[in-house]
């Protein structure tokens, strides 16, 4: 089973109560979003390859360590997903960014992608799947699926708020997957939201209500 992770750093806890705030505008749930997203890549990054390399100090030769040069891919599920792109990038500026849009169709229950558009080599890369929240888990299930039918392999699922019921049904769909989240919260209503949540992530993201 992989991985699942609480990021509770106190400044991600401190970030978090802001965003959850229903008086939180647009533009400081934006930047609060990409901070707190920055803040989770230390240590959904933790984990990254090292290799030897020497180099020379102004003393002399020494044998120390770099990135081994795993190559990384952010992947934001649309839209919200978008939201803590730019925050994951301070940290790892170098990193491709794969765009998945899907839904599911209502009277086939398929899963339809809307818009799919990766790196070509993500079989080679480390892919950080975003989503602010894990609520029923479909969206990321979905998503991932996508990214293993195209060749992708390591995967890390990151989100700020995730609900019980959607961690489970991801570890059940996608045990191999380390799931990495700022809190966990304690239901979903009949609606999907997660309670307490913090609404719907486009929509504060984005301004759309
Ligand atoms: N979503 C929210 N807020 C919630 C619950 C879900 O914005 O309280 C969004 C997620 O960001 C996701 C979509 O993109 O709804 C469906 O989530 P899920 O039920 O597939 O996990």
Partial sequence: M????VID???IQHKLTIIRDKDCGTKVFREVVNEIAMLMAYEVSRDMPLEDVVIETPIGETT???LSGKKVAIVPILRAGIGMVDGILELIPAAKVGHIGLYRDHDTLEPVEYFVKMPEDIDARQLFVVDPMLATGGSAIMAIDALKARGGSNIKFVCLVAAPEGVKALQE???DIDIYTAALDEYLDKDGYIVPGLGDAGDRLFGTK
């Fill in 173 to 175: 769909a996608h045990p």
């Fill in 2 to 5: 992989g991985k699942f992770q």
């Fill in 64 to 66: 120390q360590k770099t």
């Fill in 9 to 11: 750093h106190p400044l």
